[in-house]
């Protein structure tokens, strides 16, 4: 059974979303000990075919294995019904956080979510943290 779902502009530019996203990363990291793949992606397939089209990963949950499971979700056809959001600048190194906002770190980090979601294009792709050492607008 379909449910609408309503949908709402996400910014000024006219980006739409579905009201309730679905945040992976429980799904890969954090909260509880992971769960098996193929649970994950029918949890994402019901979600969209529930009218939820707006999901958000990250490249530091897992670190990266959260953009791949939501990849792999998105084969078949779902990849046009869904917004996906993932993010950059956190960076996990020997056990502690680092926070990057270089532009030569996006761009690699933006290429890198790309391969890994297995897509041509994010549709939100915005800062996890924001580097105190480069000013936002370098970024």
């Known amino acids: 059974m379909a449910v609408n779902v309503p949908r709402i502009k996400l910014g000024t530019q006219g980006f739409e979303v579905s009201k309730q996203g679905l945040g992976c990363l429980g799904m890969s990291t954090s909260y509880a000990p992971r769960k098996p793949e193929h ?23 897992g ?16 990849r046009e019904k869904v917004q996906i959001a993932t993010k950059f600048g956190v960076v996990l190194k020997d056990g502690k956080m680092e926070v990057h906002g270089e532009p030569e770190y996006v761009r690699a980090a933006c290429e890198a979510s790309l391969k890994r979601l297995d897509v041509d294009y994010i549709d939100l792709y915005y800062v996890h943290r924001i ?3 480069v000013p936002i607008e370098v970024t």
Request: charged fraction near 15%; aromatic fraction near 4%; charge should be negative.
């Open 63 to 78: 670190p990266h294995t959260n953009e791949i499971l939501v990849g792999k979700a998105l084969k078949g056809g779902i």
């Open 39 to 61: 649970e994950m992606i029918q949890l994402i397939h019901h979600a969209v075919n529930s009218g939820v089209t707006f999901l958000d990963t990250s490249d530091a949950y």
């Open 131 to 133: 580097d105190p050492l």
